[in-house]
Structures are given as C-alpha cells and as structure tokens.
C-alpha cells in the first residue's frame, strides 16, 4: 500500500515569481510553488502534488499581505487560469518581474541590464481575447459546497490545468467595455442556442471557441470557431452573427480535430469584413483572424521602440518570424533593405499589404518556415521574435553560424527559451551585451525580454 501524502497546512513566505505565474517559497529544505501567490506574502498553504522538483502548494488564506498589496478587480480572481498577479499594484509586480527575468538569464557578468519598462494601462489593455465554450465548468470549493451545478452551457476562460473545466465568465478585466459587450452577447445567446457548447471529453457539441479583436481604431473583429455544422447550423450562425454589437466583421471557421485549440479552416464571413486595422504610431496595420500582433498596442510600441534602441542602423535587416510585419516596418527608416520571413501566409499577405499601404519601399516579405527560407541569406542586423517555444533548432544553428551579422536581437516572450538559444548562440562566438524587460501582460506572470548580441569577445 502506496504511503499516504501528507496534506497539514503551514504557512510559507514567498519571496520570488516562478514559471507561469506560480508564487515560489522555502520551507523545510523543499521549494515550493502556489498559483495565486504574490511575492511578499505569507500565506496558509496545503500541500497538492508536485512536478519535477518543485512541490506544489495550495492557498488557503492570506496571513500576511504582501508589501504593494490592492485589491483584485477581477470577480473571478483565484478560479480563472490567468491574472494571479492583481493582488499587487502595478510598479511593484514590474519590480519582481525584472528580478525573475534577470534570475532566469544569470550569469549576467558584463551584461548592462536595463530597468523594466511598459505602458501605463494594468486593465483594459488587451487587444485580443480567446475564449471557449464547454458544458462543465469548474467550481471552487465554496461553490461545490454550496451544490453548484457543474454541467450546463458556459463561455469562459480554462481554470488551472483543466482542459475539460471552464470558468464561466461575464466579463474580462483585460479588455475594453467594447468587447466585454460582445462577450456578454455571446453569452446570452449560448443560453437559448439551438446548438450546444463542445464538450471536450466526449468530442460532442458544436459551439468551440470565440476570438475577439479590438483596434486603436474602433474596429472589432469576432472569429468563432466551431465542430462541423449539422444540418441547419448556417441560419443559426448567421443569426447569431448579425446580432453581435458593435463589431465590423465576424469570421466563422470550421475546426474537425479533437484537440482544445483555436483551429480551423474559413468557412464564411458572416458580417463585414474578415480584417482590421490597427494604429502603431504613425502606422496603420491590417490584421487578418490569424495574423500575429501584440496582444498590448500601447505596450507593442514600447516594445518596438527598444527593439531600435538594440537594432541600430545598418545595411540590411533580417526580421524573422515577422507576424504581419510590425517590427518590420518600425525599423525600415533606419535600414536601406529589409528582409522578413513568416511561416504564415496569410500574416505574409497582411505584412506586404501593410508595407504598401503605409508607402515604406525596400522592404520584402517571403513566406515559409525561418529554418528553411532564411538559409543563403545575408545582413549586418538580424532581429528575431519568435513564438514562446523560442527558436528552432536549425533556426539557431543557423543564426550561430551567420558571421555576416554585427548585432542580434532576440525579442522574447518566453526568457527560458532565450535562456536555451543564448548558449547556441554564445556556442557560435555570440555574446550578449544588454538585455531590456518590458512588461506586456500586466496583472500575468509574462514579461517580454529584449536581448542585444553582438559578434566577438568583450
């Protein structure tokens, strides 16, 4: 008989941010991580498990609130899968944020690292939201109490490492009234809809998940995805469609699989137009449903301006992983030629429409993996933003290996992938000189890291 785990409550200080989110303390020789865990406090924790090497805690109350505490706004703080920082005020999850990422990059001996950096909204900020639809939600231990049905019909965000459970959501701190409109139009369609929500166990259902889009501009972008429609469906989509407020186009796409992901294949537009424009300083952008773009428009321009200050000026400008050419076309005045690679074309398409509607010459935009279309190529400047799992490995090897190249710069919204790709490009005679943090993701545990490389020894 397997021995029993011990579940007594104790109380422990956290003292730093972890992957994900996750509170980190000490306590007995053992680390510890909690969700939902501000750094400074001291909490009542009880143990849940573990992974790898860290032992896992729960919350039960606050003993001693954290230096920098508030209030959260969010009325589902503690269940939602995301914003476990809202129990600290902005400058002081900035402060621990900084330390994080600096602790995730040591050694940093002879590296200047800069002060964190972002835009001044902690709400209200995202441009973009995803949401899913589910037949159970999930329940914290005062709603189970209390007998709370867990099956019905929800439109909400994951709780913590349930694929299968949705927190049902009236509304999302992170975005605009606007779009908090169309979620609550969602949402009370769902509840007499003709077709029921996906049920992510047993593969049924039809309404899956819900994209929203929102500009500087005004505009708003809706991307449902759905199973493949039975008999009828269209007339129900379309109605549903029609009665969303304020949005200027709405996109349906069809997703086969099983898998609990944002997928598909386009199979109308429904209402408007499939794109939108955004405003980035003196740029305007046009944003199909699957293009990348910063999540934060403030925050992107402040990202983007760093990214300069590292790049510099030069010849020519390699921009891999270019989404829908954002960094792209900041950097072209300082640039006689450049250069960005996609692997999605249809970004491809939006960042060669966005170079010609913006009137910038000299830049070129080619579709396909970076690994693969990036090889035979040639700059002095090279700057990569790739997407959170870093870079990939012929990627790296090859940019280790680009002795054409005075500076690199590695945008980062992952720092344990560019803690990873920084010893394959130190191994190729990189070496890193500046590292910048720039917080994107107010009230979450991402922080974005801008790295500068340069060729040689100090």
Same mark, same amino acid.
């Given at each position: 008989?397997?021995?029993?785990? $011990?579940?007594? =409550?104790?109380? %422990?200080?956290?003292?730093?941010?972890?992957?994900?989110?996750?509170?980190?303390?000490?306590?007995?020789?053992?680390?510890?991580?909690?969700?939902?865990?501000?750094?400074?406090?001291?909490?009542?924790?009880?143990?849940?498990?573990?992974?790898?090497?860290?032992?896992?805690?729960?919350?039960?109350?606050?003993?001693?609130?954290?230096?920098?505490?508030?209030?959260?706004?969010?009325?589902?703080?503690?269940?939602?899968?995301?914003?476990?920082?809202? +129990?600290?005020?902005?400058?002081?999850?900035?402060?621990?944020?900084?330390?994080?990422?600096?602790?995730?990059?040591?050694?940093?001996?002879?590296?200047?690292?800069?002060?964190?950096?972002? #835009?001044?909204?902690?709400?209200?900020?995202?441009?973009?939201?995803?949401?899913?639809?589910?037949?159970?939600?999930?329940?914290?231990?005062?709603? /189970?109490?209390?007998?709370?049905?867990?099956?019905?019909?929800?439109?909400? /965000?994951?709780?913590?490492?349930?694929?299968?459970?949705?927190?049902?959501?009236?509304?999302? +701190?992170?975005?605009?009234?606007?779009? !908090?409109?169309?979620?609550?139009? #969602?949402?009370?369609?769902?509840?007499?809809?003709?077709?029921?929500?996906?049920?992510?166990?047993?593969?049924?259902? /039809?309404?899956?998940?819900?994209?929203?889009?929102?500009?500087?501009?005004?505009?708003? %972008?809706?991307?449902?995805?759905?199973? @493949?429609? =039975?008999?009828?469906?269209?007339?129900?989509?379309?109605?549903?469609?029609?009665?969303?407020?304020?949005? *200027?186009?709405?996109?349906?796409?069809?997703?086969?699989?099983?898998?609990?992901?944002?997928?598909?294949?386009?199979?109308?537009?429904?209402?408007?137009? @499939?794109?939108?424009?955004?405003?980035?300083?003196?740029?305007?952008?046009?944003? *199909? =449903?699957?293009?990348?773009?910063?999540? !934060?428009?403030?925050?992107?321009?402040?990202?983007?301006?760093?990214?300069?200050?590292?790049?510099?000026?030069?010849?020519?400008?390699?921009?891999?992983?270019?989404?829908?050419?954002?960094?792209? %076309?900041?950097?072209?005045?300082?640039?006689?030629?450049?250069?960005?690679?996609?692997?999605?074309?249809?970004?491809?398409? $939006?960042?060669?429409? !966005?170079?010609?509607?913006?009137?910038?010459?000299?830049?070129?935009?080619?579709?396909?993996?970076?690994?693969?279309?990036?090889?035979?190529?040639?700059?002095?400047?090279?700057?990569?933003?790739? @997407?959170?799992?870093?870079?990939?490995?012929?990627?790296?090897?090859?940019?280790?290996?680009?002795? *054409?190249?005075?500076?690199?710069?590695?945008?980062?919204?992952?720092?344990? *992938?560019?803690?990873?790709?920084?010893?394959?490009?130190?191994?190729?005679?990189?070496?890193?000189?500046?590292?910048?943090?720039?917080?994107?993701?107010?009230?979450?545990?991402?922080?974005?890291?801008?790295?500068?490389?340069?060729?040689?020894?100090?």
């Amino acid at each position: 008989m397997g021995r029993r785990r $011990d579940t007594t =409550p104790f109380e %422990l200080t956290i003292d730093r941010l972890g992957r994900k989110g996750l509170g980190i303390g000490e306590h007995e020789g053992r680390t510890w991580g909690v969700r939902f865990a501000p750094p400074g406090a001291v909490l009542e924790v009880r143990p849940a498990g573990r992974r790898r090497k860290l032992r896992l805690g729960r919350r039960l109350r606050v003993v001693s609130a954290p230096p920098g505490a508030v209030e959260p706004r969010c009325g589902q703080f503690g269940r939602c899968g995301g914003c476990g920082l809202q +129990e600290l005020d902005l400058a002081t999850q900035r402060v621990h944020k900084q330390t994080q990422v600096a602790g995730i990059l040591a050694p940093l001996d002879g590296v200047a690292v800069h002060g964190i950096t972002g #835009a001044a909204a902690a709400y209200g900020y995202r441009n973009k939201v995803e949401l899913t639809y589910g037949c159970k939600r999930y329940l914290d231990d005062q709603a /189970f109490a209390a007998g709370d049905p867990f099956g019905g019909r929800f439109l909400g /965000f994951h709780a913590p490492e349930r694929f299968d459970r949705i927190v049902d959501t009236p509304r999302c +701190e992170l975005v605009s009234e606007g779009l !908090n409109a169309v979620i609550g139009a #969602a949402r009370a369609d769902l509840a007499t809809s003709a077709l029921e929500p996906w049920d992510a166990r047993n593969h049924t259902g /039809f309404w899956r998940h819900l994209v929203l889009r929102e500009t500087v501009t005004g505009q708003r %972008l809706v991307t449902v995805y759905t199973a @493949p429609p =039975p008999a009828g469906a269209d007339a129900v989509v379309q109605a549903w469609a029609d009665a969303l407020p304020g949005v *200027s186009g709405v996109v349906w796409m069809v997703n086969p699989g099983t898998s609990d992901a944002a997928v598909g294949t386009r199979r109308a537009v429904l209402r408007g137009q @499939p794109w939108i424009e955004e405003q980035l300083g003196a740029l305007r952008f046009r944003l *199909s =449903p699957t293009s990348f773009f910063q999540t !934060n428009t403030q925050g992107a321009q402040v990202l983007y301006d760093q990214v300069a200050q590292a790049a510099g000026t030069g010849s020519r400008l390699l921009d891999l992983y270019c989404g829908t050419g954002t960094i792209a %076309l900041w950097l072209a005045g300082r640039f006689d030629d450049v250069v960005g690679i996609e692997r999605n074309e249809e970004a491809v398409a $939006d960042a060669r429409e !966005n170079a010609a509607r913006n009137g910038v010459a000299g830049v070129r935009f080619l579709a396909g993996p970076v690994e693969d279309v990036a090889q035979g190529l040639a700059a002095d400047v090279v700057v990569v933003d790739p @997407p959170r799992a870093g870079l990939h490995p012929r990627a790296a090897k090859w940019l280790a290996g680009l002795e *054409s190249a005075e500076r690199l710069v590695y945008v980062a919204c992952q720092p344990r *992938s560019l803690e990873r790709d920084r010893a394959v490009l130190e191994a190729g005679g990189w070496r890193l000189t500046d590292l910048w943090t720039v917080d994107m993701f107010p009230q979450t545990g991402h922080t974005e890291a801008v790295a500068r490389f340069v060729r040689g020894s100090a």
